[in-house]
């Protein structure tokens, strides 16, 4: 799902957990049909609205590198087009009968979604819907549209096309291929030229078969509705979805830690870097989803992120001068086996003689200085960090809507289950000191990174040979792709 929605989100779980913890009754309903689909139901009393969505485990992180990209030709071809912006003949026409909007999903590392809005009065309408849009009877129609997969695989060519052309996707594809080279196309929602031209109406519904079914997936519904009259039109909505073998009999299995085998140095020539500035950033495998490192590394990059952490006045303090570091970004994308975090920071290049002496720089004062202390102190966060940052992860929100509920619930399902936000902040509030400490050792000491610098491609060149000293592996649209 779209970034934009993350706050939100977050702000509905903690809603949720504070009823809980004030003893108060949780507005959620969840429950399974007999056909293995767990349903989730949120009720927003008095929203005037209402969102839908399903979503099914699977997407890129199960292919194989002989089927990347197919999960994106299902999406191509059951919405003649993105998700998001559903395609003629149908779903629009079945989704303009409904007056839906706002339409979102499609395929990612871990799902197959799709989610849209329409008016509380017709849940019974956008519930029949939906079941229809992934019935097995749809499913072999589209399925077999020669003509439409045929124009699937256009598309799907056309958009690897522009990701071989956008520096953020070669940036971040080259880093994948990197960090996860055991299996990189476990990343990689849109495939190669070989196996999208390789894929054929059997293949998908063999794919189709096995991942889309109502055992592997969740119904998620939020905003104006009453879950006791809601559940008989969901029963009779998904009576004909029959359970399958589970696809998930053999275990997803998580790429190595470290990532990498040596630590590495990587540079990109970016041309949409402002000349005279660069980015640096330091990758690392991290703690997947449901592990016990998880929700401390969450707390970790919150007290992190704040401009007056130590981490920042180190890095304003020990950088060269005149470089101008900014307030370090800490990221953490969480998967169920393929996570990873990085910090990384802007810095001002124009008046530097060796950047490259820069990055070496970074990496020496985050490792080197800041980590090492953060796992031989426990002190290294005063209590107020600790407490300001499980406040601002526990934040209440402003206004609830029932579009980023939906999808908040759908992030829940597919990483914890059904009563994931139950446990979630809970397990956040309890950490302490030790287990900073502890996640410090395990993922930041006692594992490698990759440390990049994004560079305009004119001052690369006027720098190049300092990059070719310290061996900087050269980040570039020939070699970023796992499939070149």
């Not at 994106?72 to 007056?99: M, N, V, Y």
């Not at 630590?263 to 990109?268: G, R, S």
Request: overall charge neutral; aromatic content about 10%; charged content about 20%.
């Amino acid at each position: 799902m779209k970034s934009k929605h993350r706050h939100p989100i977050l702000y509905i779980i903690f809603t949720l957990i504070a009823l809980l913890e004030l003893g108060a009754e949780t507005p959620l309903t969840a429950y399974t049909l007999d056909n293995g689909l767990d349903v989730v139901l949120l009720p927003l009393p008095g929203s005037g609205e209402l969102s839908m969505g399903i979503v099914f485990k699977g997407g890129a992180e199960v292919q194989t590198s002989a089927n990347a990209g197919y999960f994106g030709l299902l999406e191509q071809l059951l919405f003649r087009g993105k998700a998001s912006e559903p395609g003629e003949p149908e779903p629009a026409g079945a989704l303009e009968a409904l007056e839906a909007s706002a339409f979102d999903g499609g395929t990612q590392t871990d799902r197959f979604a799709f989610a849209f809005s329409l008016s509380p009065d017709l849940l019974d309408q956008g519930l029949n819907t939906l079941s229809y849009l992934f019935s097995g009877l749809r499913l072999e129609t589209a399925l077999s549209d020669t003509a439409a997969l045929v124009e699937a695989k256009n598309a799907a060519l056309a958009m690897q096309e522009v990701a071989r052309s956008t520096p953020a996707e070669i940036y971040e594809y080259a880093l994948a291929k990197k960090l996860f080279s055991t299996a990189p196309w476990r990343l990689d929602t849109i495939g190669s030229e070989k196996t999208l031209k390789e894929a054929s109406s059997t293949l998908l519904k063999s794919l189709s078969s096995r991942w889309l079914i109502p055992n592997n997936a969740a119904l998620l519904v939020a905003g104006d509705i009453d879950p006791e009259a809601a559940k008989p039109l969901i029963a009779s909505a998904f009576a004909s979805w029959k359970k399958a073998d589970d696809p998930w009999k053999t275990a997803l299995t998580a790429m190595p830690k470290p990532g990498v085998t040596r630590p590495t140095l990587m540079v990109y020539p970016d041309p949409t870097q402002r000349k005279g500035y660069a980015v640096l950033e330091m990758r690392y495998r991290g703690p997947d989803v449901g592990t016990l490192r998880s929700p401390a590394v969450r707390l970790w990059a919150q007290m992190l992120s704040q401009p007056d952490s130590r981490l920042a006045k180190a890095l304003s303090k020990g950088m060269p001068k005149n470089s101008a570091s900014t307030t370090p970004e800490v990221r953490y994308q969480a998967r169920r086996s393929s996570s990873w975090f990085s910090l990384s920071t802007t810095i001002v290049i124009k008046d530097l003689t060796n950047p490259a002496d820069t990055v070496l720089a970074f990496k020496e004062i985050v490792r080197g200085t800041e980590m090492y202390a953060m796992k031989t102190n426990s002190g290294y966060f005063s209590d107020i960090e600790y407490k300001n940052a499980k406040a601002s992860l526990s934040a209440l929100p402003q206004q609830e809507n029932s579009q980023p509920a939906v999808l908040y619930l759908m992030d829940s399902w597919l990483l914890e289950g059904i009563k994931g936000f139950q446990t979630e902040n809970k397990s956040i509030q309890a950490l302490s000191s030790k287990d900073i400490t502890s996640f410090a050792d395990e993922y930041l000491m006692k594992n490698l990174e990759i440390v990049s610098i994004r560079i305009n491609p004119e001052d690369y060149a006027a720098k190049k040979k300092y990059f070719d000293n310290y061996g900087f592996e050269l980040i570039s649209a020939q070699n970023a792709f796992w499939w070149k």
